[in-house]
């Protein structure tokens, strides 16, 4: 990013930058502060004008990670990344504090990259909120193991009288001719009933 030589034109961007709800650094080819918004100034609860010059190490906790990552950068192995720092401050709950950073290279017109474009901005909520949904997903798959293992215990334990009585049912159909009305009647009711038995336990098993 190229700042206008136009003092009126400098102080109105500034005042745009500063603005911003997300936190903004530019850093040379030496990885020193060349400009940081108001709101990453009040995140790393130091004045915007100590940053300049200096290196993140120099400025916050997690200056080391924060220059192997613009490091990468300028050597030109990612143009453009991001990634999520924790935090050794801890909120008055106890909870770490997180940061999603957005690095991009900024490059001169014939292609050299000669500093780094930074955004920072507070994600411990929404870190929360993923550690929340994870423990749900796990919460959620347990339970869906559970029910199959109940499942397949409740089909074994209701289909093996089933196939029993179904058995007996046809040996005694196939088994005795001079079978009168009766009992083919009868023989029938209980094979009916056995195949609407077997399909009201499929229909409960698909559920």
């Given at each position: 990013?190229?700042?206008?030589?136009?003092?009126?034109?400098?102080?109105?961007?500034?005042?745009?930058?500063?603005?911003?709800?997300?936190?903004?650094?530019?850093?040379?080819?030496?990885?020193?502060?060349?400009?940081?918004?108001?709101?990453?100034?009040?995140?790393?609860?130091?004045?915007?004008?100590?940053?300049?010059?200096?290196?993140?190490?120099?400025?916050?906790?997690?200056?080391?990670?924060?220059?192997?990552?613009?490091?990468?950068?300028?050597?030109?192995e990612a143009a453009l990344f991001a990634e999520t720092l924790e935090s050794q401050r801890r909120r008055a709950d106890g909870q770490a504090i997180h940061y999603r950073v957005d690095y991009w290279a900024q490059r001169q017109p014939d292609g050299p990259v000669v500093g780094v474009?930074?955004?920072?901005?507070?994600?411990?909520?929404?870190?929360?909120?993923?550690?929340?949904?994870?423990?749900?997903?796990?919460?959620?798959?347990?339970?869906?193991?559970?029910?199959?293992?109940?499942?397949?215990?409740?089909?074994?334990?209701?289909?093996?009288?089933?196939?029993?009585?179904?058995?007996?049912?046809?040996?005694?159909?196939?088994?005795?001719?001079?079978?009168?009305?009766?009992?083919?009647?009868?023989?029938?009711?209980?094979?009916?009933?056995?195949?609407?038995?077997?399909?009201?336990?499929?229909?409960?098993?698909?559920?």
């Amino acid at each position: 990013m190229d700042f206008p030589t136009d003092p009126a034109l400098m102080d109105r961007m500034c005042a745009l930058l500063d603005a911003a709800p997300v936190g903004l650094a530019l850093f040379d080819n030496q990885c020193r502060y060349q400009y940081v918004n108001r709101t990453l100034a009040q995140l790393n609860k130091r004045d915007a004008a100590d940053h300049i010059g200096k290196r993140p190490s120099e400025i916050i906790r997690l200056g080391g990670a924060l220059e192997r990552s613009l490091e990468r950068v300028l050597r030109g192995e990612a143009a453009l990344f991001a990634e999520t720092l924790e935090s050794q401050r801890r909120r008055a709950d106890g909870q770490a504090i997180h940061y999603r950073v957005d690095y991009w290279a900024q490059r001169q017109p014939d292609g050299p990259v000669v500093g780094v474009g930074c955004l920072v901005r507070e994600t411990t909520d929404e870190a929360a909120v993923r550690l929340e949904l994870e423990q749900a997903n796990r919460e959620l798959r347990k339970l869906d193991e559970m029910k199959n293992n109940l499942l397949g215990n409740v089909s074994h334990e209701l289909r093996s009288p089933l196939v029993g009585i179904r058995g007996y049912v046809e040996l005694l159909q196939q088994g005795k001719r001079d079978q009168d009305n009766t009992e083919r009647k009868w023989l029938g009711r209980i094979q009916h009933n056995v195949t609407r038995l077997e399909r009201i336990i499929d229909e409960l098993l698909q559920m």
